[in-house]
């Protein structure tokens, strides 16, 4: 209890779509950011998308933004990445997080999730 918890993952071709879902203690998930990492064999882990649930602020990375799309589901303390167009780039462990605050403040992610994998092949 209290880490997100991630579903969603899966292999892929080129050019499909995925869901990813990330589901939060309400506690963790109320007035908070909420976010998707991903890391790539070999690389760092790097931000793809946020929202501060508290005002609905959505942030994806610049590179993304034409094929991803971050959405909350207040309801279910539960966050959606939309992934269309995905791309053999794409491929990576995707992590969900969360920290205390909005997305534009200080503070580290102190909740994660153990994440998961995505696979898009050529």
């Known amino acids: 209890q209290g880490q997100p918890v991630e579903s969603g993952g899966g292999s892929v071709e080129s050019g499909g779509s995925l869901r990813l879902t990330c589901e939060a203690s309400g506690y963790i998930y109320r007035g908070n950011c909420m976010a998707w990492f991903r890391q790539a064999p070999g690389k760092e882990r790097v931000l793809v998308a946020s929202?501060?649930?508290?005002?609905?602020?959505?942030f994806v990375a610049d590179s993304l933004r034409d094929r991803f799309t971050i959405s909350p589901n207040h309801a279910k303390s539960t966050v959606y990445l939309q992934m269309d167009m995905m791309k053999p780039e794409d491929t990576a462990m995707y992590y969900c997080?969360?920290?205390?605050?909005?997305?534009?403040?200080?503070?580290?992610?102190?909740?994660w999730g153990q994440g998961t994998q995505v696979t898009v092949s050529s």
């Open positions: 929202v501060s649930t508290r005002d609905g602020t959505t």
């Open positions: 997080a969360a920290k205390y605050g909005s997305c534009k403040g200080g503070g580290d992610f102190i909740y």
